[in-house]
């Protein structure tokens, strides 16, 4: 059994980019688009993204701050009563709101699907979006409800017993995607 990367810095750094680039191209621009991160490394993708969209489209430069968020879905989840404890965090959304907006929800890792329904339900208390966009930085398959990404940085098969584990440089010192076999004490 081990532990193999299968995304370093690089790896991850164009991921993005493609995505904020397929974003962009998917909505036309940036007008009425509201990014909300799903903490904790969803927020920081998001943050990443909203930094190349910025670099990318000059409108959203502008209104970056008032169009980026954090949606936390903690007492939304559906494992609340299986005692599995989840520390919430802070939800803030953007000044613009998001009725009437395309909202790109941002996570790290799409695996059940479990997440992104609570992070849908979490929504409905919030406004009445235009429409709504699931961006991962990794799609590992297995789902468990019907809810796809849109916007994928990489596909990666994987067992149901492996673990996909991502590390960013804002959480955790360094930036890498890992898959841990079962057994491990990493």
Do not use: F
Request: no cysteine; aromatic share 2%.
């Amino acid at each position: 059994m081990g532990t193999r990367t299968v995304l370093q810095q690089p790896d991850i750094t164009r991921a993005l980019t493609r995505i904020a680039h397929e974003i962009l191209e998917a909505n036309h621009g940036a007008s009425d688009l509201v990014l909300l991160g799903i903490p904790t490394r969803g927020a920081v993708l998001a943050e990443r993204l909203a930094s190349l969209l910025a670099d990318i489209e000059p409108e959203w430069a502008a209104e970056r701050d008032q169009r980026l968020g954090t949606l936390d879905v903690t007492m939304h989840r559906d494992d609340l009563g299986h005692g599995i404890g989840r520390t919430p965090h802070r939800t803030t959304i953007p000044t613009s709101g998001i009725d009437g907006k395309v909202v790109v929800l941002v996570d790290d890792v799409l695996y059940s699907g479990r997440t992104v329904r609570a992070a849908l339900d979490a929504l409905q208390g919030i406004g009445r979006p235009r429409a709504v966009r699931l961006a991962v930085l990794v799609d590992r398959g297995h789902r468990q409800l019907p809810i796809r990404a849109d916007h994928v940085g990489k596909n990666l098969p994987t067992a149901s017993d492996e673990r996909v584990t991502l590390r960013l440089t804002e959480t955790d010192g360094t930036d890498e995607v890992v898959i841990e076999q079962p057994g491990d004490d990493a």
